[in-house]
């Protein structure tokens, strides 16, 4: 029996406003428990809530982005429930009238329709010894939904780092599953072939990409395996447990009518005026959709390149300023999707915590593209800028690795080393390919890396045969 699958994502975002949605309160993680709260965010009786209008902009912002369209009323509802993280005993969101809809992210393969995206407060947080914090009580959330478009995991993975992409690109925000600021709740139904939709469970409160694909891939089976016996599948909520690698059963899903939403009298209907709205479209920077194209068809660039090249702004920022300043981006996508991405995960570095000068690697390339250094000089100095920001040219100087272009020193040496790994040339004549190489790594070494690896090889490929 064929079996298809179609899951819809919530996606909760952290907006990076200063200040909370409807007061002046600082909006950041981390700070002590309840210093960021006044009468506004705790629900005092008589505090009247003040829409933040760098939220509303960064809500617009994110709907140009997702090619949504963009509704010039914004009115703000009531979802009323109780729970000892949320003072005022509801929360406020859009319920009857998101900011966006209709929009849509291309994957590579397919287009993932989003149904709307829609401003709300976040709620207070129950921390450590049962205390609860309510410096989140308020924070500036968007809330994009998307269509029941995804059929597999891989495709919602896709989906979310495109998503990321585009916010930590807009600087909308940081996007830290790990710190809350970006929350997955996936909805998945299971059906056999030309049946109608089927019963759908919701997955909350996931804690990382690779844990969002394993979840949906372990519900995936468990509702193949339910309509396999015949069994009924419920509409719950579940979550999921990251040691055993499966998910557990949290609670019923609620209905929609259990909220009584209503609209919320407290705050007045905002209308948006076109100049408002055409002002943040024309002022959005470069979208990563459009680098990648450019990337791929003026720069030539593979996938993994250019995925690199945009994981991070700054890792971006490199990249071009790069660019601009060498005019030679194979070289340089090479230099960061290679090495540079070697030195951060062998030393456990954080990218955005390490200060590096843009121009001191341009220097550095130069250098190289000019042979005035080695390949191995090149990447043992591009090590110490990123980890010391060393100035590259004096430490060429200082230290003496400017390239060994002397031809007769070369020679005398490579007839050196055959001279005294003979044993290795006869490996190398009787077909071992790794001999060659060993050959190759002596004659580098004697000449401490300085020395053009083309040259060696040519004098070796001499003086052996
Ligand atoms: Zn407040």
Redesign the pocket.
């Known amino acids: 029996m064929n079996y298809k699958v179609n899951i819809g994502l919530e996606v909760h975002i952290e907006l990076n406003t200063k200040n909370?949605m409807f007061?002046?309160?600082k909006s950041s993680f981390g700070d002590e428990e309840n210093t960021n709260?006044?009468p506004?965010?705790l629900a005092q009786p008589g505090a009247l809530p003040i829409p933040n209008k760098e939220a509303i902009s960064l809500a617009i912002k994110t709907g140009i982005a997702t090619n949504c369209k963009i509704n010039n009323k914004v009115v703000f509802d009531r979802k009323n429930y109780f729970y000892k993280d949320l003072p005022k005993g509801y929360q406020i969101t859009q319920f009857y009238n998101p900011i966006c809809t209709n929009g849509y992210i291309n994957l590579e393969n397919k287009k993932i329709n989003i149904r709307e995206i829609h401003i709300e407060e976040d709620a207070g947080k129950v921390g450590k010894n049962n205390i609860i914090d309510y410096n989140r009580a308020?924070i500036p959330l968007l809330e994009l939904v998307t269509m029941p478009d995804f059929e597999n995991s891989e495709e919602v993975i896709e989906f979310l780092k495109l998503l990321r992409e585009i916010l930590l690109f807009c600087n909308i925000s940081d996007c830290k599953i790990q710190e809350g600021s970006m929350r997955v709740d996936i909805n998945l139904s299971v059906r056999k072939e030309n049946m109608p939709l089927g019963n759908r469970v919701e997955l909350k409160n996931i804690g990382s990409f690779k844990s969002i694909k394993n979840a949906i891939n372990y519900e995936i089976k468990r509702h193949i395996n339910l309509l396999e016996n015949g069994d009924n599948i419920n509409i719950e909520t579940r979550r999921f447990d990251e040691d055993n690698n499966i998910t557990i059963f949290m609670r019923n899903k609620e209905n929609i009518e259990d909220y009584c939403y209503f609209k919320d009298p407290d705050i007045i209907p905002i209308n948006l005026s076109y100049d408002f709205i055409n002002k943040i479209a024309k002022n959005m920077p470069i979208l990563p959709s459009e680098k990648r194209i450019l990337y791929k068809t003026k720069y030539n660039l593979n996938i993994n390149d250019i995925n690199a090249l945009l994981s991070t702004p700054k890792i971006n920022k490199l990249f071009e300023d790069l660019v601009y300043l060498n005019n030679n981006p194979k070289e340089i996508a090479n230099l960061i999707s290679g090495e540079l991405f070697k030195i951060i995960n062998e030393n456990n570095l954080d990218i955005e915590n390490i200060n590096f000068n843009n121009i001191y690697i341009s220097n550095l390339i130069n250098m190289f593209l000019n042979n005035k250094i080695s390949r191995d000089t090149y990447k043992n100095v591009f090590f110490e800028i990123i980890v010391n920001n060393i100035e590259p040219i004096n430490f060429i100087e200082k230290n003496n690795l400017y390239i060994i272009c002397d031809i007769n020193l070369i020679e005398n040496m490579v007839i050196e080393i055959i001279k005294q790994n003979q044993k290795s040339v006869n490996d190398y004549k009787s077909g071992k390919e790794k001999a060659f190489k060993y050959l190759i790594g002596q004659c580098m070494k004697s000449f401490g890396g300085k020395c053009d690896i083309n040259i060696i090889k040519t004098l070796l490929l001499k003086y052996i045969n």
């Open positions: 909370k007061c002046m309160c709260v006044c506004i965010c308020g």
